[in-house]
């Protein structure tokens, strides 16, 4: 070892230890340890053997030494040489050894060898593969857990999807495609029978009740058909406020169906529901999509029907007037586009002076086929598939296009009242919209005069009513069309600014009986200041019978039919 001094090597020290020496550094110090350790030099020619180890070790490095472990030196010796390490296994003795040697890096040329038994190693070993064996078996628990999961997670997915494509999100029932998968699976033909349900206004039950009352009533209707569904499940939803339901075809199906319906109207409560119901029987060879059709056919009889009971059954006189609605669809627009709807036009006069007050504008339709169709034909149809606001716009632009032409010739002006559905005050747009259509033609608003049915006005309707009165302050007409029809709250009369009150043509069914009732509403009207008319006098008896009362206003086939503004004008000049 040289010794420095200043920079520079001074001298050095020099010694050599003994083999015991060497020994003592080799030692295991465990009298206990499974093998035996000592160092070679060279081709096992210099072996320092663990001063503690018994004579075994010497038996082992002599069958090293000699020509019986010489495959086994050049196996080490190969292993060492390109590994820096080997490992090998022998026999001796009747026992398996494992010969590990790994180099010393101080002393080249000398390596530190373990002789260990294999039963020891393997026991290890065997530890370590029941420990891996465990570790595999959780981590397999813990892939078969995983799968598990993934697998309820997909049917859970697979569950959400078909809910999302055939179920109705709202009420739970199915929708239109669900319930086409379930008629096909239970195939209810012969002794069941299809009804439609459809609520009567529901856009402005969502209006005046709020979206919140609304969704509550479509609910409680659904659990209502779900319970009364036969088969089991057979009921669905297949519009806002239209849902169908499979009843058992027998002989009280009539009675079961008006049962539902008085229970579906008695759910709603704080306003005064009405509901219409079509069905049709399940024949052989008929489709879920084809029966439906006819429940609609039936459906559009039902909202004719006057009363309580609007329900109606198809049978083959519905299919033709089906027939006939779809050709109404189809042409719609093109009619109102080549102009063949055209504006009539039915005189209300004051009785007894007859002198004529103003006019009311009715649509009429010459179709290129189906001739000439009157407004109460098609004015159903156009609501159900949401054209009936179109035709509204359109009525009223060509009533203002009329009296224009008429201001700007220098003819006289009488007020003309438009027929509108609710959906034109559902905001302060949509009612702005019609006084800037009015603005447009440079004419006074109070000829133009709103006429609306009565039974859009329910407990609740302040938005609806406040629109009104802030359109009636611009100067136009209200009227309330078809009085007495179904249920009004008086409150409505001191709520609403009214010019006008028309009276349902039904109330006069009951005269002569009726004829004190009517009166006695007449003289009520007259002391609020609202003028009536009574609408629908179509008969002598009808005129004789409301002679005798004061003084009134009237509107019917013996005052003035509908007719076009040609024959109009042409009676006003004396022309016959």
Request: hydrophobic letters at 45%; proline letters at 4%.
């Amino acid at each position: 070892v040289p010794v420095w001094h200043n920079g520079k090597v001074a001298g050095a020290v020099y010694g050599m230890l003994t083999e015991q020496a060497m020994a003592q550094i080799f030692a295991s110090g465990d009298a206990a340890a499974p093998g035996w350790l000592f160092s070679s030099a060279g081709d096992f020619h210099k072996i320092i053997l663990s001063s503690d180890k018994a004579g075994l070790d010497h038996e082992v490095v002599e069958m090293l030494r000699s020509d019986a472990g010489k495959t086994l030196r050049q196996d080490i010796e190969w292993q060492l040489y390109y590994n820096k390490a080997g490992t090998e296994r022998f026999d001796y003795g009747g026992e398996s050894y494992y010969l590990s040697a790994v180099p010393l890096p101080p002393l080249d040329g000398w390596y530190l060898d373990s002789i260990i038994p294999t039963q020891h190693v393997d026991q290890t070993l065997n530890r370590i593969l029941i420990a891996a064996s465990v570790v595999n078996l959780v981590f397999a628990l813990m892939l078969i857990f995983a799968f598990w999961s993934y697998n309820r997670s997909e049917r859970e997915n697979a569950q959400a999807v078909e809910r999302l494509a055939y179920q109705d999100q709202l009420t739970g029932l199915w929708n239109w495609e669900g319930m086409q998968r379930a008629v096909r699976g239970q195939k209810p033909v012969g002794e069941y029978a299809l009804l439609v349900l459809d609520f009567n206004g529901f856009s402005l039950i969502n209006s005046i009740m709020g979206h919140e009352y609304g969704n509550q009533l479509l609910q409680q209707t659904a659990a209502l058909l779900r319970a009364a569904a036969v088969p089991a499940g057979l009921a669905c939803r297949v519009g806002a406020d239209r849902f169908l339901v499979c009843l058992q075809k027998q002989d009280d199906l009539l009675a079961r169906a008006e049962d539902l319906m008085q229970r579906v109207q008695d759910a709603s409560t704080g306003y005064a529901l009405t509901v219409a119901c079509g069905i049709a029987a399940f024949e052989p060879g008929l489709s879920l999509p084809h029966v439906f059709e006819h429940c609609l056919a039936a459906l559009k009889i039902a909202k004719k029907c006057k009363g309580p009971r609007q329900l109606a059954v198809f049978d083959l006189r519905l299919e033709i007037e089906s027939k006939k609605s779809k050709s109404l669809e189809a042409d719609f627009v093109t009619a109102v586009e080549q102009g063949d709807i055209q504006f009539y036009v039915q005189p209300v006069t004051e009785q007894p002076s007859g002198r004529l007050l103003s006019l009311e504008a009715l649509a009429h339709w010459e179709h290129s086929r189906l001739g000439l169709i009157r407004s109460d034909w098609f004015v159903p149809v156009l609501e159900e598939i949401g054209q009936l606001q179109k035709l509204d716009l359109y009525m009223l632009e060509s009533v203002c296009h009329w009296l224009a032409t008429r201001k700007a010739e220098g003819k006289s002006l009488l007020p003309v009242s438009v027929n509108l559905s609710p959906v034109h005050f559902a905001s302060d747009a949509s009612a702005q919209r019609l006084a800037d259509m009015v603005r447009q033609h440079a004419l006074a608003f109070s000829l133009i005069q709103l006429e609306l049915p009565a039974r859009i006005f329910q407990l609740g309707s302040e938005p609806l009513i406040k629109r009104l009165n802030a359109l009636h302050e611009l100067g136009f007409g209200v009227i309330v069309d078809d009085f007495g029809d179904g249920y009004v709250p008086f409150q409505i009369l001191g709520l609403l600014h009214i010019d006008m009150i028309k009276l349902d043509r039904a109330n006069l069914h009951d005269l002569p009986h009726g004829h004190q009732l009517l009166e006695e509403f007449c003289h009520f009207a007259q002391r609020l200041l609202i003028p009536v008319v009574i609408k629908g006098i179509e008969t002598q008896e009808q005129v004789d019978c409301l002679r005798e009362m004061a003084p009134y206003n009237a509107q019917g086939y013996m005052y003035g039919r509908p007719m076009s503004i040609q024959t109009y004008e042409q009676q006003e000049a004396g022309k016959p």
